[in-house]
């Protein structure tokens, strides 16, 4: 065969150029066609895959089991309320005062062995478990005033009434219900054990096995509400394992809770619905409303200058109105503590006037302070006057275990008081505390706190002059100690150090020993608030370990029950019995690639839900000819090409892990997870 003619040089270089030219051209368009093919397309979410929550603590999905805050979620996956659930609501619910509801169960349910679901599985849950507190939970006793009963005249309507009328009662609701058919025949051993392995559910997530015993996994490829097949719970047993797991090049953890980083995630700050709260005892000498307020509002303004990123969230709410700048907290406190020198002017200056020969006690304002001039009197007498009658009424002074002399006339709305004065007598030189109990309307209660200062037998007393420093008691744990460092950071900054001492107790009985004996001026502890059921519940209560403000006004508690917030907050904000120092805040983190297209705030208890019920970890690109054949369209593309990022979408494969998958084959799930 004849040799090819030889292209002279420089049709060599034009060739090879011309190639480069095409190939490259070729490329680009390549590229741009896919951009704008990728552009056109719509990213259309498809069912499937698994999202997985790392744990480093044990979590139980059985109800009424283990902490309720971390646990409920997980427990209502298997076991749903009334309302709420991946399956929606089980029953009909109708209100019209947020007072008392009728229950209506929803036709055709039933639990997975095949049994119906009844009204009775309702009573069995909501009466038995809950209000009877049939397993003795603690978090359950403040559900003990709901009343339950089955209408007379309709019995497929179950009746519950709520001593307080609120909207915050519709969470009751959310509460797990359980098969009684199986329940009533075990004990609670059995319970924990027996009914762990086989669960009886109602809904349309179930439990599966799986070989890794560290997983609990629920399938939940029925339920309509998630785009997802699988929720499993991975459990860690150290942040350092954790850790090796969040670092790797693709890590199948989507979710988790803690301090631990990775470049891989994002932080997502939830609103606890517990609060950093300071209880005043307003039993103590050294504290009043104002200095309350004060101390309050001296925290409240120069603790948010600060930055507490995934600790602290600044409460905003009801209750912290009233409150200054505290620019008066020195004098305020040295004023009132200790009065060494009980002079009178100063005394006058810090409002406190002297004591009349009758006055009437006001239901709403409780504590009354009052100085009694210089006598040589071995008794003294004052008359009160209250707005009902009061039964069986009795005073103590705090310097003195002898009953106060008490006689009561007018129907018993007057009563007149004598006590007696001199060394160990009921009323010495200095500060005096009356406390005046009695019976109102067939319920037992304080009257009145009465401070009182006695001049003494001379205008002046000499002694130390040092400040009795005022007492701040809390518990070793990460928060309270977090915040404890920022306010003493922030009183030395301002000077005020002085007047506090911080008493930490690392063992939680001590602390409670504490409290019962009044030893503190203000707790530094949490306490949970949905609403004002939640603020009455502890003012109301007697036990300290509950209300250690041991401040407890029947005119507030009234307000309280008819849901008055303003009237409520009035007078909350007058006495000023706790202040919030702020809503705790708990870091949970997202792999960046999952997407959460969700803008609200997230809580502790909504947070799982709402990424259950938003994610997609499977999707394809839905591409449509008339939309690639769109002017409108092509220049749209090019007016934004230059902004175009690809955009990940996450392959089922990603998730794959031999020991987290699950297995339908395998008969034995582990326990180890149950609390």
Not at 126 to 145: E, G, M, T
Request: hydrophobic share 35%; charged share 20%.
């Amino acid at each position: 065969m004849a040799n090819l003619p030889r292209l002279p040089r420089w049709n060599k270089i034009f060739f090879v150029i011309l190639s480069i030219f095409l190939l490259t051209r070729g490329i680009v368009s390549a590229i741009f066609g896919y951009k704008y093919i990728t552009f056109s397309s719509i990213k259309e979410v498809n069912k499937g895959g698994t999202f997985v929550e790392a744990i480093t603590d044990p979590i139980s999905y059985l109800p009424y089991r283990g902490d309720p805050e971390k646990n409920q979620f997980y427990q209502t996956l298997l076991f749903p309320g009334c309302e709420g659930g991946l399956s929606g609501a089980l029953c009909d619910i109708q209100t019209q005062d947020n007072k008392v509801y009728r229950v209506r169960i929803l036709p055709d349910l039933e639990w997975s062995d095949g049994t119906p679901f009844t009204l009775d599985d309702v009573i069995f849950s909501y009466q038995d478990i809950i209000v009877s507190n049939f397993w003795d939970q603690p978090y359950l006793s403040k559900y003990q005033d709901i009343v339950l009963s089955v209408s007379e005249d309709e019995p497929d309507v179950l009746l519950i009434t709520f001593p307080t009328a609120t909207v915050e009662n519709r969470t009751f609701f959310r509460f797990p219900i359980i098969p009684l058919h199986i329940i009533q025949e075990y004990t609670l051993a059995q319970y924990v054990t027996d009914f762990a392995l086989n669960p009886v559910t109602v809904g349309c997530t179930t439990l599966q096995h799986s070989k890794d015993e560290d997983s609990i996994i629920f399938n939940v490829s029925s339920c309509p509400q998630t785009n997802i097949n699988y929720y499993q719970i991975k459990s860690f047993n150290s942040l350092e394992d954790l850790q090796k797991s969040i670092t790797k090049r693709k890590p199948i953890v989507g979710f988790y809770y803690g301090n631990t980083e990775s470049d891989s995630y994002r932080l997502l700050e939830i609103k606890d619905n517990n609060y950093m709260s300071m209880f005043f005892n307003t039993k103590s000498t050294k504290l009043t409303p104002r200095i309350q307020r004060s101390i309050g509002g001296f925290i409240n303004y120069h603790l948010w200058q600060r930055e507490h990123t995934g600790y602290l969230g600044k409460y905003e709410g009801l209750f912290n109105n009233y409150l200054t700048t505290g620019s008066n907290l020195i004098s305020y406190i040295e004023e009132k503590n200790p009065y060494l020198t009980y002079d009178k002017s100063l005394l006058e200056q810090g409002g406190v006037k002297s004591l009349p020969n009758i006055f009437t006690i006001d239901w709403a304002k409780r504590k009354y302070a009052f100085y009694l001039n210089s006598t040589t009197a071995q008794e003294y007498s004052f008359t009160i006057e209250t707005p009902d009658p009061v039964n069986n009424i009795k005073g103590v002074s705090n310097k003195s275990v002898r009953n106060l002399d008490i006689k009561s006339e007018n129907e018993n709305k007057k009563h007149t008081i004598t006590f007696t004065i001199g060394a160990d007598q009921q009323v010495q030189e200095g500060l005096n505390t009356f406390t005046l109990n009695g019976t109102v309307l067939g319920k037992s209660q304080e009257i009145a706190s009465i401070d009182l200062y006695f001049l003494g037998r001379t205008s002046t007393q000499t002694g130390d002059n040092s400040i009795n420093k005022i007492k701040i008691i809390t518990l070793d744990n990460k928060i309270s100690n977090y915040i404890r460092v920022q306010l003493q950071d922030i009183f030395e900054d301002n000077n005020v150090q002085h007047l506090f001492e911080f008493v930490v107790y690392n063992n939680q009985e001590k602390f409670l020993e504490a409290i019962n004996i009044k030893d503190y001026d203000i707790v530094l502890t949490s306490m949970q608030i949905n609403g004002l059921n939640d603020i009455y519940r502890i003012l109301s209560s007697n036990n300290l370990q509950i209300n250690p403000s041991a401040y407890i006004n029947p005119v507030l508690n009234q307000f309280l029950l008819d849901n008055n917030r303003e009237q409520s907050r009035n007078i909350i904000g007058a006495d000023m019995p706790f202040f919030v120092v702020g809503q705790l805040m708990k870091p949970y983190r997202l792999r960046n690639d999952i997407e959460l297209p969700y803008t609200g705030d997230y809580t502790e208890s909504s947070l799982r839900d709402i990424i259950l019920k938003n994610i997609s970890l499977v999707s394809h690109n839905n591409i449509k000819a008339s939309t690639l054949l769109n002017k409108e369209n092509f220049l749209n593309f090019l007016a934004t090409q230059k902004d175009i990022t690809s955009q990940q979408v996450i392959d089922n494969d990603q998730f794959e892990d031999v020991a987290s998958l699950p297995d339908e084959t395998e008969e034995v799930l582990s326990t180890r997870q149950i609390e």
